[in-house]
């Protein structure tokens, strides 16, 4: 994430928030604490952007950013909620890259995305690591998958929900490695990473703030990343493409408002 991102971020948010307009109003946003609908669980990586985005904006508007986390249904929960609310200029959302996935996943919606919710600014953009509970014994993904293909349906990896970006992601793995893991859905990432953890699920695909911390600290292997190449931070994790050519998989955060109805 950007320093730089979250230094702008108050004066985007003036701008986008308050229609651009140079006026009193304007010069005196925020005059009370501004709500930042989080559709993603407390704990979890797009959390931990939020919360670390909320402190600089708080620091530079001289406002509390209250964090109200709204999880499920892949963001749909927070952002419709987002879409509801007041015109004002104190509520914004934080969507993930659910955000662009429900439309297609998703029988209704409760609003419209492009009708009812207007973009900000983008966050940030982070790839996934592939993660392995220790005990299995793959060091690589040419491992994992060799093993994958001698038992067919007996590994298993976690996805923080259905149609969220860590189970398609999973999904196009098997599909490009030609292999055969069960996925098994939770309700939210923290959830999955716990049970990563515990050994209860032996693989996962998981945000690389949640993920790096556990991998320094052996409760995870690492088996590589998700973006095109190597991540400049972690030179030593492969990516996953150097095995499987042309695999990328990425995640992203960015703030919402709801747009003001067309005038009549």
């Not at 928030?17 to 797009?46: E, K, N």
């Not at 939020?50 to 963001?75: F, H, P, T, W």
């Not at 060799?146 to 970006?165: D, E, F, S, T």
Request: proline share 8%.
């Amino acid at each position: 994430m950007s320093r730089l991102v979250a230094m702008a971020l108050p004066r985007l948010l003036c701008i986008s928030l308050l229609g651009g307009a140079i006026s009193a109003l304007a010069q005196s946003y925020p005059t009370r604490p501004i709500r930042m609908i989080v559709t993603s669980p407390s704990g979890s990586g797009a959390d931990i952007v939020a919360r670390v985005v909320g402190q600089k904006m708080s620091e530079s508007l001289g406002q509390q950013i209250v964090i109200d986390n709204r999880a499920g249904a892949g963001g749909s929960i927070g952002t419709d909620l987002a879409s509801k609310s007041n015109i004002d200029g104190y509520t914004i959302v934080m969507v993930t890259a659910g955000h662009t996935i429900n439309p297609s996943v998703l029988i209704k919606l409760p609003y419209d995305p492009i009708r009812d919710l207007a973009p900000i600014t983008m966050l940030s953009s982070t790839p996934y690591l592939f993660v392995a509970h220790p005990p299995l014994l793959t060091k690589n993904v040419a491992e994992l998958i060799a093993l994958a293909k001698a038992k067919p349906r007996q590994l298993n990896y976690a996805a923080g929900g259905v149609a969220v970006g860590s189970h398609l992601g999973g999904e196009l793995f098997k599909m490009r490695a030609g292999i055969d893991i069960v996925n098994v859905p939770y309700k939210g990432a923290p959830k999955a990473t716990n049970d990563v953890v515990a050994g209860q699920v032996q693989l996962a695909f998981i945000t690389m703030p949640t993920a790096l911390p556990l991998v320094r600290s052996g409760k995870f292997r690492a088996l590589g990343v998700t973006s095109a190449k190597r991540v400049a931070a972690t030179p030593d994790f492969p990516a996953i493409a150097e095995t499987i050519p042309n695999f990328e998989v990425r995640t992203w955060q960015a703030y919402w408002r709801r747009r003001a109805p067309p005038k009549p």
